[in-house]
Protein backbone atom coordinates (compact mmCIF):
# COMPACT_ATOMS: atom_id res chain seq x y z
CA UNK A 1 0.00 0.00 0.00
CA UNK A 2 1.44 3.42 -1.08
CA UNK A 3 1.67 5.28 1.82
CA UNK A 4 -0.18 7.80 2.93
CA UNK A 5 0.55 11.41 2.95
CA UNK A 6 0.64 13.44 6.25
CA UNK A 7 -0.10 16.78 4.69
CA UNK A 8 -3.47 17.37 6.27
CA UNK A 9 -2.60 17.91 9.89
CA UNK A 10 -3.60 21.11 10.00
CA UNK A 11 -6.11 23.57 11.43
CA UNK A 12 -8.59 22.27 9.50
CA UNK A 13 -8.83 18.78 10.72
CA UNK A 14 -8.17 19.98 14.43
CA UNK A 15 -11.94 21.60 13.97
CA UNK A 16 -13.09 18.47 12.66
CA UNK A 17 -11.60 16.31 15.49
CA UNK A 18 -13.38 19.13 17.92
CA UNK A 19 -16.80 18.35 15.97
CA UNK A 20 -16.08 14.19 16.28
CA UNK A 21 -15.45 13.85 19.98
CA UNK A 22 -17.67 16.54 21.66
CA UNK A 23 -19.17 14.46 23.62
CA UNK A 24 -16.61 10.97 24.27
CA UNK A 25 -16.88 9.42 27.12
CA UNK A 26 -15.03 6.75 28.78
CA UNK A 27 -11.28 6.73 29.78
CA UNK A 28 -8.41 6.19 27.50
CA UNK A 29 -6.64 2.28 27.31
CA UNK A 30 -4.58 0.64 24.70
CA UNK A 31 -6.88 -0.56 21.61
CA UNK A 32 -4.93 -2.64 19.40
CA UNK A 33 -5.64 -5.68 21.11
CA UNK A 34 -9.02 -5.69 20.85
CA UNK A 35 -8.73 -4.23 17.39
CA UNK A 36 -5.76 -6.57 15.84
CA UNK A 37 -8.59 -9.40 17.58
CA UNK A 38 -11.28 -7.87 14.62
CA UNK A 39 -9.12 -7.68 12.05
CA UNK A 40 -7.35 -11.44 12.51
CA UNK A 41 -11.57 -12.58 12.67
CA UNK A 42 -12.02 -11.19 9.18
CA UNK A 43 -9.21 -13.14 7.73
CA UNK A 44 -6.60 -9.98 7.29
CA UNK A 45 -3.01 -9.93 9.18
CA UNK A 46 -1.70 -6.30 10.14
CA UNK A 47 -0.29 -4.34 7.42
CA UNK A 48 -0.32 -0.73 9.17
CA UNK A 49 -1.03 0.54 12.41
CA UNK A 50 -1.89 4.26 12.43
CA UNK A 51 -2.29 6.22 15.82
CA UNK A 52 -3.70 9.50 15.69
CA UNK A 53 -3.48 11.29 19.14
CA UNK A 54 -4.31 14.99 20.38
CA UNK A 55 -5.64 17.34 23.20
CA UNK A 56 -6.58 20.56 23.93
CA UNK A 57 -3.40 22.18 26.10
CA UNK A 58 -4.37 23.79 29.33
CA UNK A 59 -2.08 27.05 28.81
CA UNK A 60 -1.61 28.73 25.54
CA UNK A 61 2.18 28.55 23.84
CA UNK A 62 2.16 31.92 21.68
CA UNK A 63 5.34 32.32 20.27
CA UNK A 64 6.37 30.53 17.07
CA UNK A 65 9.92 29.64 18.99
CA UNK A 66 8.52 27.66 22.11
CA UNK A 67 6.19 25.80 19.49
CA UNK A 68 8.85 24.36 17.84
CA UNK A 69 10.76 23.47 20.50
CA UNK A 70 8.13 21.47 22.20
CA UNK A 71 7.92 20.05 19.02
CA UNK A 72 11.45 18.53 19.21
CA UNK A 73 11.59 17.33 22.98
CA UNK A 74 8.54 15.39 22.03
CA UNK A 75 10.76 13.78 19.20
CA UNK A 76 13.23 13.03 21.63
CA UNK A 77 10.92 12.06 24.30
CA UNK A 78 9.75 8.78 21.74
CA UNK A 79 12.76 7.93 21.01
CA UNK A 80 13.96 9.94 18.15
CA UNK A 81 16.25 13.09 17.75
CA UNK A 82 14.37 16.01 17.70
CA UNK A 83 17.19 18.05 15.63
CA UNK A 84 17.25 15.89 12.61
CA UNK A 85 13.54 16.21 12.14
CA UNK A 86 12.32 18.06 9.05
CA UNK A 87 9.74 21.20 10.55
CA UNK A 88 7.40 23.16 8.77
CA UNK A 89 5.71 26.45 10.28
CA UNK A 90 3.26 28.42 9.30
CA UNK A 91 1.45 31.54 10.60
CA UNK A 92 -1.05 33.89 9.99
CA UNK A 93 -3.73 36.13 11.49
CA UNK A 94 -5.85 32.82 12.71
CA UNK A 95 -3.43 30.74 13.88
CA UNK A 96 0.36 29.74 14.11
CA UNK A 97 1.76 26.18 13.78
CA UNK A 98 4.65 24.26 13.77
CA UNK A 99 4.71 20.81 12.62
CA UNK A 100 7.74 18.30 12.56
CA UNK A 101 7.99 14.98 10.40
CA UNK A 102 10.30 12.22 9.93
CA UNK A 103 10.62 9.25 7.75
CA UNK A 104 12.08 6.23 8.69
CA UNK A 105 12.04 2.39 6.51
CA UNK A 106 8.76 1.73 8.42
CA UNK A 107 7.43 4.46 10.10
CA UNK A 108 5.80 7.97 9.10
CA UNK A 109 5.95 10.55 12.28
CA UNK A 110 3.98 13.46 12.76
CA UNK A 111 4.44 16.12 15.61
CA UNK A 112 1.99 19.26 15.81
CA UNK A 113 1.62 22.12 18.02
CA UNK A 114 -1.04 25.09 16.54
CA UNK A 115 -1.94 28.38 18.56
CA UNK A 116 -5.06 29.64 17.27
CA UNK A 117 -5.52 33.36 18.34
CA UNK A 118 -8.32 35.02 20.25
CA UNK A 119 -11.25 36.59 17.62
CA UNK A 120 -13.43 38.48 18.89
CA UNK A 121 -15.21 37.17 21.71
CA UNK A 122 -14.00 34.18 21.34
CA UNK A 123 -10.90 32.80 23.43
CA UNK A 124 -7.62 31.41 21.59
CA UNK A 125 -6.69 27.89 21.90
CA UNK A 126 -3.69 25.36 21.78
CA UNK A 127 -3.54 21.61 20.64
CA UNK A 128 -0.92 19.40 20.47
CA UNK A 129 -1.19 16.41 17.58
CA UNK A 130 1.09 13.49 17.66
CA UNK A 131 0.49 10.97 14.74
CA UNK A 132 2.35 7.50 13.75
CA UNK A 133 2.40 5.34 11.08
CA UNK A 134 3.84 1.85 11.63
CA UNK A 135 3.94 -0.57 8.93
CA UNK A 136 4.14 -3.85 9.20
CA UNK A 137 2.67 -5.83 12.65
CA UNK A 138 4.89 -4.70 14.94
CA UNK A 139 4.72 -6.09 18.19
CA UNK A 140 5.21 -2.48 19.51
CA UNK A 141 1.66 -1.04 18.79
CA UNK A 142 0.69 -0.78 22.31
CA UNK A 143 3.66 1.07 23.34
CA UNK A 144 3.42 3.39 21.00
CA UNK A 145 -0.18 4.11 22.46
CA UNK A 146 0.93 3.98 26.07
CA UNK A 147 3.86 6.65 24.80
CA UNK A 148 2.01 8.94 22.87
CA UNK A 149 -1.16 9.34 25.32
CA UNK A 150 1.83 9.99 28.18
CA UNK A 151 2.88 12.74 26.10
CA UNK A 152 -0.27 14.32 24.99
CA UNK A 153 -1.07 14.48 28.99
CA UNK A 154 1.62 16.25 29.85
CA UNK A 155 0.22 19.19 27.41
CA UNK A 156 -3.37 18.67 28.96
CA UNK A 157 -6.44 16.84 30.22
CA UNK A 158 -8.18 13.65 28.55
CA UNK A 159 -5.66 13.14 25.25
CA UNK A 160 -7.59 11.53 22.50
CA UNK A 161 -6.61 8.89 20.98
CA UNK A 162 -7.76 7.12 17.60
CA UNK A 163 -6.14 3.93 16.59
CA UNK A 164 -6.51 2.29 13.02
CA UNK A 165 -5.52 -1.14 11.75
CA UNK A 166 -5.15 -1.81 7.91
CA UNK A 167 -4.98 -5.04 6.43
CA UNK A 168 -6.02 -6.82 3.23
CA UNK A 169 -7.55 -10.03 1.40
CA UNK A 170 -6.50 -11.02 -1.83
CA UNK A 171 -9.02 -10.85 -4.87
CA UNK A 172 -12.62 -9.58 -4.67
CA UNK A 173 -15.14 -10.33 -2.69
CA UNK A 174 -19.22 -10.20 -3.09
CA UNK A 175 -21.42 -8.06 -0.75
CA UNK A 176 -22.24 -11.53 1.49
CA UNK A 177 -18.97 -12.23 1.91
CA UNK A 178 -18.14 -8.62 3.01
CA UNK A 179 -20.97 -8.62 5.53
CA UNK A 180 -20.37 -12.15 6.76
CA UNK A 181 -17.02 -11.10 7.53
CA UNK A 182 -18.13 -7.88 9.30
CA UNK A 183 -20.40 -9.13 11.47
CA UNK A 184 -17.89 -12.15 12.43
CA UNK A 185 -15.58 -9.26 13.33
CA UNK A 186 -17.97 -7.34 15.48
CA UNK A 187 -18.85 -10.37 17.22
CA UNK A 188 -15.53 -11.76 18.15
CA UNK A 189 -15.20 -8.04 20.34
CA UNK A 190 -18.64 -7.92 21.99
CA UNK A 191 -19.75 -5.20 19.47
CA UNK A 192 -23.18 -4.69 18.37
CA UNK A 193 -23.74 -3.21 14.67
CA UNK A 194 -25.51 0.33 14.75
CA UNK A 195 -24.77 1.43 10.68
CA UNK A 196 -24.37 -1.27 8.22
CA UNK A 197 -23.91 0.67 5.08
CA UNK A 198 -23.47 -1.00 1.39
CA UNK A 199 -21.96 1.47 -1.54
CA UNK A 200 -20.97 -0.06 -4.66
CA UNK A 201 -17.72 -1.97 -3.42
CA UNK A 202 -17.38 -0.43 -0.17
CA UNK A 203 -18.99 -1.94 3.33
CA UNK A 204 -18.73 0.16 6.50
CA UNK A 205 -19.95 -0.57 9.59
CA UNK A 206 -20.37 1.11 12.83
CA UNK A 207 -20.60 0.37 16.36
CA UNK A 208 -19.94 0.32 20.09
CA UNK A 209 -18.39 -2.62 21.86
CA UNK A 210 -18.09 -2.30 25.83
CA UNK A 211 -14.34 -3.62 25.19
CA UNK A 212 -13.07 -0.44 24.23
CA UNK A 213 -13.56 2.65 26.77
CA UNK A 214 -13.87 5.45 24.72
CA UNK A 215 -16.87 6.37 22.65
CA UNK A 216 -19.00 8.99 21.68
CA UNK A 217 -22.44 9.36 21.23
CA UNK A 218 -24.63 9.77 17.95
CA UNK A 219 -28.66 10.25 17.92
CA UNK A 220 -27.95 9.32 21.67
CA UNK A 221 -26.43 5.78 20.78
CA UNK A 222 -22.68 5.27 21.94
CA UNK A 223 -20.03 4.67 19.02
CA UNK A 224 -16.62 3.69 19.53
CA UNK A 225 -16.05 0.88 16.58
CA UNK A 226 -15.86 1.50 12.78
CA UNK A 227 -14.99 -1.25 9.99
CA UNK A 228 -14.87 -0.84 6.39
CA UNK A 229 -13.79 -3.42 3.72
CA UNK A 230 -13.27 -1.95 -0.30
CA UNK A 231 -12.04 -3.77 -3.08
CA UNK A 232 -9.20 -1.98 -4.75
CA UNK A 233 -9.30 -3.34 -8.52
CA UNK A 234 -6.05 -1.93 -9.63
CA UNK A 235 -4.27 -3.95 -6.92
CA UNK A 236 -6.43 -6.82 -6.64
CA UNK A 237 -7.21 -6.94 -3.34
CA UNK A 238 -9.94 -6.18 -0.47
CA UNK A 239 -8.85 -3.61 2.31
CA UNK A 240 -10.21 -3.79 5.59
CA UNK A 241 -9.41 -0.75 8.03
CA UNK A 242 -10.65 -1.12 11.60
CA UNK A 243 -10.71 1.90 13.85
CA UNK A 244 -11.74 2.95 16.97
CA UNK A 245 -13.76 5.34 17.60
CA UNK A 246 -13.89 6.19 13.85
CA UNK A 247 -12.00 5.79 10.77
CA UNK A 248 -10.00 8.46 10.45
CA UNK A 249 -7.94 7.42 7.15
CA UNK A 250 -8.72 6.56 3.85
CA UNK A 251 -9.76 3.97 2.81
Known amino acids: MKKVVWKWMSFGLIAVYLCIIASYGGQQKCALPVLSKALSTTGAEIAIIDIQGWVKQEHLRMDEATLE ?5 SFDQLGYNGNDVQIEKKQNPYYCQVRGELHTKSLVLVIMNQ ?3 NKGSQSGASYTAINAQIEGQNAFGEEWERKISKILAEF ?3 PRINTCL ?4 DGKL ?3 NLEHRLFLAFHSIQAVVQ ?3 FIDDIAS ?3 YTPNLAEFFTVNEQKVNVHMAMRYHPFEERTYVTIGTPVITRGY
Not at 69 to 73: D, G, Y
Not at 166 to 169: D, I, K, R, T
Open 69 to 73: ESVRK
Open 115 to 117: VIY
Open 156 to 158: GPR
Open 166 to 169: VGWL
Open 174 to 176: NKD
Open 195 to 197: EPM
Open 205 to 207: FTG
